[in-house]
């Protein structure tokens, strides 16, 4: 069979599910590239891949069988089984990425009303690592909540003994203990590990200085969701906590799903002035308007160790 894949969203990020597609059918004989629409009717088969539904779609007509696939299509979409049971991957499609991508679990323990995780992957459960890329210098490990898997410290075994930079994309600030810390700190770290402060109702002050206590802060950035439930004292908030600890903030507009509710102005601009990258030691807010950003007193840190 000749088999044509289609990234929607473009090739910013590896995408898992096309790789995986391309390993298992190049494993039984198949030809896989890039569908390419100079080449017309010629495939006997094309995968189409949208994550992110605000994604433009591919609407050419290939004059063969298409099969969609991924959230932006369907957020119950699958991999047909035996693909799904497949540990092979074809880190040719993005030669442009020297990493490996990794998954030691899926789904998650919590049901937040923002996320679509539980809906499309139910409960934490581990699954099977996937092969690693030989050209890789590290692991991208996008698990949703790493240490709500069972088998995290397997997990962590194995990060350890491929004896590469590891970047966790998914650690819950609220079940870590000082064990979880402990081995964080053993790990060979890419970037900061990533935490998130999303819900305002719940303050994690008491629980973010409890972390403080083992592992550096200038290692923890935390993502602060703004736009979706939460006002603009609640915003500065989290963001002047993170800093008072020393722990880099993150602001992320919110995005639906079905991509009606766009990022305010106020959001967008709350994101570029956080997200900048110097850390500011101490800032206090005094005014903020949409039109004429933030107005504030700021003393910049100067240590490079602080940056990613």
Not at 85 to 95: G, K, N, Q
Not at 177 to 184: G, H, R, T
Request: proline fraction near 6%; charged fraction near 25%; charge should be neutral.
């Amino acid at each position: 069979m000749r088999i044509g894949l289609t990234d929607v969203d473009g090739h910013h990020f590896p995408n898992f599910a096309l790789m995986k597609l391309a390993a298992w059918h190049k494993s039984k004989g198949d030809s896989v590239g890039w569908a390419d629409a100079l080449f017309g009717s010629g495939y006997d088969r094309v995968y189409k891949s949208k994550i992110f539904t605000f994604s433009p779609d591919d609407n050419t007509p290939w004059g063969c069988e298409v099969i969609k696939g991924g959230t932006g299509y369907d957020i119950k979409s699958r991999l047909a089984p035996e693909i799904e049971a497949s540990t092979l991957m074809d880190y040719t499609l993005y030669p442009q990425y020297a990493y490996s991508i990794q998954f030691f679990s899926r789904g998650c323990i919590r049901k937040c009303p923002f996320c679509l995780v539980h809906d499309k992957e139910g409960g934490i459960h581990p699954v099977e690592p996937v092969q690693l890329n030989p050209a890789g210098q590290h692991i991208e490990v996008l698990d949703n909540n790493f240490f709500a898997n069972p088998e995290w410290r397997s997990a962590i075994d194995y990060l350890l003994k491929a004896g590469q930079k590891v970047n966790l994309h998914g650690v819950d600030v609220r079940i870590m203990d000082e064990e979880q810390a402990y081995w964080l700190n053993r790990l060979r770290l890419y970037k900061s590990i990533h935490i998130a402060w999303d819900l305002p109702q719940i303050d994690l002050t008491q629980k973010l200085m409890e972390v403080t206590r083992y592992i550096k802060p200038w290692k923890i950035m935390c993502y602060i969701l703004v736009g979706f439930n939460s006002t603009m004292e609640q915003d500065i908030y989290r963001i002047e906590r993170c800093r008072e600890l020393g722990i880099k903030p993150y602001v992320m507009p919110y995005r639906d799903f079905e991509n009606k509710t766009r990022p305010s102005q106020y959001a967008k601009d709350l994101a570029q002035y956080v997200n900048k990258p110097m850390l500011f030691k101490s800032c206090s807010f005094k005014e903020f308007s949409p039109r004429e950003g933030f107005r504030c007193e700021a003393y910049f840190h100067t240590d490079n160790t602080i940056t990613n």
